[in-house]
């Protein structure tokens, strides 16, 4: 099964360069995607997801940031080796990614469908009528109305939602093998979310991509994703099949994560949050970077950083007190 | 769009109503300009001939409604100094103004626009801190002295460029220049302070995203957005345009109607005056009204507006 791996990430670091210091915001990630997958990337807003995100497509703010270390394997491929060219051939038509923002993601002075036949002539040019065509297809797909009469139409003129719709189309026109979808509704309306998220999983099963959903709700990775890693000041610190790291989350960051989620039918009403404040990435612990804040802390906790336990099936830990007594 | 442009035509008849009627009274307000018109040694059967054949003995309504009616058919009086109606004198002169006016905006245009962006691509490099350098100097130097350095230097000194009047190619580097410069500083300060909020927004991150290349990404998709703050600052910028070509037109004796509103103060020239404050008030308006349809066709959010 492994030849059907489209991403692989390997030791992925990224670092900020800043006046301050050195900010290693992705520190050390691994994952892989296989076809048809959705793998959920969770954890608390500043953990680095839009980093790590940012990363996979080389799009880091020039001069601040650099992938220094790791390995980026797209249909077995390192692009983190490949040329800029090669790279610009890659964005828009093997990974594309969804924004957060719907508002601010579309440019203002150009028409939909403009900004839909860019991407669509950049990576299948062709003759005008043939892009035009796939573009009307695109919006058709993410069930927008009128798809005909949206082309000449302006950002302002739509709805966030439908704009967020637009960029979906963007995002699915060239066929891409993985999507990268960065909290795609956190700035919808929360009537139209589940619409979305909906419309997001359709069009992944249509297709049969690679969605790497990236989202700070752990209620939605268990609507959307197959599998999760949860994602804690720079690291990944637990991972599995969603359900079993649902059922049974075993690292204290992520039981509390769960614990945050409000659930139906919850008398008390009122939302669990974690205590304390997640670590400043200038001045991370020696030991698990979790530990400040945890309920379980040892003194192991507080001078070497865990390594991953296995909890059986895929699902891994890195927490101490999952390691077994010799 | 029609809507738009019509809103801004009937702001344009009202400002130039109002404009009129200041410049009217404010004409009879500072005396009877029959006095101002007078030589030195008139009698005062000599002044009182002139006050009837001016009608400048009726009431102040009729004379303001003769005036307007006049000017309306486009007669606003003949000129003291030349003796002729000032209409034909200020036609006489607008072809040079517009040679010079059109030269400064487009030597502004092709030198703002892509300092501007080179100085946002390359924050803090070399053409940036150039291009700063020369824009604070731009801002702060007075047209006239920058006119008259140009001159001294590059006429006087050197002996490369004519100092005066008009001719060939080569007579209208100076001036150009002298009332580019201003333009130039503040498009290239605007254009680069917008650029670098573009590069940084999100459409410009999902441009990137789409696989666009830089060329593409800056010159399609920041561009235009870049231009949308030069276009609603431009009220500061005619203002600039219009005291710069008063000073550069006399400063390099050109004939144009900047020197003309001059030579109109200095000579105490009224009707003059009053017909180039009024005719320099419809130009402006006529500029504006093309920068607004020029705004309406790059930003869609204006074209498109109820
Ligand atoms: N433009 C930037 N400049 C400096 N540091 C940044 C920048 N973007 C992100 N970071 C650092 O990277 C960390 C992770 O950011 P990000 O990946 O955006 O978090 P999130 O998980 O909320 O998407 C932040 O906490 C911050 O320290
Ligand atoms: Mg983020």
Redesign the pocket.
């Known amino acids: 099964m492994s030849d059907d791996i489209v991403l692989d990430v390997h030791d992925l670091h990224t670092h900020?360069f800043?006046r301050r210091g050195v900010?290693k915001?992705v520190d050390g990630v691994s994952f892989s995607l296989r076809r048809g997958e959705v793998l959920g990337l969770v954890?608390e807003?500043?953990?680095?997801?839009?980093?790590?995100a940012l990363s996979l497509l080389r799009l880091l703010?020039k001069g601040?940031?650099r992938t220094v270390q790791g390995e980026i394997e797209l249909e077995g491929e390192d692009i983190l080796k490949t040329s800029d060219r090669e790279m610009r051939q890659i964005r828009g038509r093997k990974i594309a990614m969804i924004l957060q923002d719907p508002q601010t993601s579309l440019n203002p002075v150009f028409s939909i469908g403009n900004q839909l036949r860019e991407t669509i002539a950049k990576h299948f040019p062709g003759p005008g009528g043939t892009v035009t065509q796939r573009a009307i297809e695109a919006l058709r797909n993410v069930r927008l109305a009128a798809p005909e009469q949206r082309m000449d139409q302006y950002p302002h003129q739509l709805s966030g939602g439908m704009k967020q719709r637009v960029v979906g189309a963007i995002a699915i026109s060239c066929e891409p093998l993985v999507m990268i979808a960065?909290e795609p509704t956190t700035a919808l309306d929360v009537t139209i979310q589940l619409q979305y998220l909906n419309l997001l999983k359709e069009l992944q099963e249509a297709s049969n991509m690679a969605i790497l959903f990236?989202t700070h709700d752990f209620g939605v990775v268990a609507k959307m994703c197959d599998h999760v890693a949860v994602?804690y000041a720079g690291r990944i610190v637990e991972r599995g099949p969603v359900r079993q790291v649902f059922d049974n989350p075993t690292h204290p960051y992520t039981q509390a994560l769960i614990a945050s989620v409000p659930k139906m039918g919850d008398q008390r009403g009122r939302l669990h949050t974690i205590e304390g404040q997640p670590p400043e990435?200038s001045d991370l612990p020696v030991g698990c970077r979790f530990a400040p804040r945890c309920a379980f802390v040892e003194d192991k906790c507080l001078s070497t950083y865990p390594t991953d336990f296995s909890v059986g099936n895929g699902h891994t830990s890195a927490c101490w007190k999952l390691e077994k007594p010799e | 769009m029609r809507r738009y442009i019509l809103q801004r035509l009937w702001q344009g008849v009202i400002l130039l109503i109002l404009v009129t009627t200041i410049v009217f009274f404010l004409g009879r307000l500072t005396g009877n300009p029959a006095d101002l018109m007078l030589p030195e040694d008139a009698t005062e059967e000599d002044r009182q001939a002139l006050i009837e054949t001016l009608g400048l003995d009726a009431p102040i309504h009729e004379q303001f409604i003769i005036f307007i009616s006049n000017a309306v058919r486009g007669d606003l009086g003949d000129s003291h100094r030349y003796r002729t109606p000032v209409v034909e004198i200020f036609f006489s002169r607008l072809p040079n103004t517009l040679m010079i006016v059109p030269a400064a905006m487009i030597l502004a245009i092709l030198m703002a626009v892509p300092l501007g962006i080179l100085s946002a691509l390359r924050r803090g490099g070399l053409i940036d801190k150039f291009s700063g350098t020369i824009a604070v100097l731009g801002i702060a130097t007075p047209n006239f002295w920058l006119g008259m350095v140009l001159i001294y230097v590059f006429s006087v000194q050197l002996g490369w460029l004519p100092s005066a009047r008009m001719g060939g190619f080569e007579h209208y580097v100076l001036p150009t220049i002298t009332l580019g410069t201003f333009l130039v500083a503040g498009f290239m300060r605007l254009i680069r302070s917008s650029m670098l909020d573009i590069l940084d927004s999100e459409f410009v991150k999902l441009a990137r995203i789409k696989g666009m290349s830089e060329t593409t990404v800056v010159w399609k998709h920041c561009l235009r957005n870049a231009l949308i703050p030069v276009l609603t600052l431009w009220g500061v910028f005619m203002g600039g345009l219009v005291t710069g070509a008063i000073v550069t037109e006399t400063v390099f004796a050109w004939p144009g109607i900047g020197r003309l509103t001059y030579e109109a103060v200095i000579f105490r020239d009224y009707p003059l005056l009053q017909a180039v404050i009024l005719m320099d008030a419809l130009l402006i308006l006529l500029i504006n009204l093309m920068v607004d349809i020029l705004y309406a066709y790059i930003d869609p959010r204006i074209r498109l507006a109820e």
């Open positions: 900020f800043l900010v915001a954890g807003s500043g953990c680095g997801k839009s980093v790590t703010p601040a940031a960065d990236i994602m990435f």
